[in-house]
Nanobody, 126 residues
Framework: QVQLVESGGRLVQAGGSLRLSCAASGRTDRNYNMAWFRQAPGKEREFVATISWGGSATDYADAVKGRFTISRDNAKDTVYLQMSSLKAADTAVYYC???????????????????WGQGTQVTVSL
């Protein structure tokens, strides 16, 4: 069974930076599409960023473009989300997700992803 464990969430001041990590386990192969989503209080979960199985292609939500960077270390089967210039609007539970089968296209929808982590809380204070 595939497991995803997020870490790195905490309270940070607006304008600050934070790096989230998501470690995957339970699969023989390590190169699968991965993504970050987030859910703010009272809102639906939304797409944040995605990275292709090889790491050469990435995509971001408009709200985080230019501030967040997704990357991966396939040797560690870990994906990262480097967040900078954080805003109060970035406050949310951040979820890591991965697919059941490798896909060549960029995947932005929740329904594209089969496995999810438990989430890590990021709180940005003013």
């Amino acid at each position: 069974q595939v497991q995803l464990v997020e870490s790195g969430g905490r309270l940070v001041q607006a304008g600050g930076s934070l790096r989230l990590s998501c470690a995957a386990s339970g699969r023989t192969d390590r190169n699968y599409n991965m993504a970050w989503f987030r859910q703010a209080p009272g809102k639906e979960r939304e797409f944040v960023a995605t990275i292709s199985w090889g790491g050469s292609a990435t995509d971001y939500a408009d709200a985080v473009k230019g501030r967040f960077t997704i990357s991966r270390d396939n040797a560690k089967d870990t994906v990262y989300l480097q967040m900078s210039s954080l805003k109060a609007a970035d406050t949310a539970v951040y979820y890591c997700a991965t697919v059941a089968f490798r896909m060549m296209s960029i995947l932005r929808k929740e329904s594209d992803y089969a496995y999810w982590g438990q989430g890590t809380q990021v709180t940005v204070s003013l």
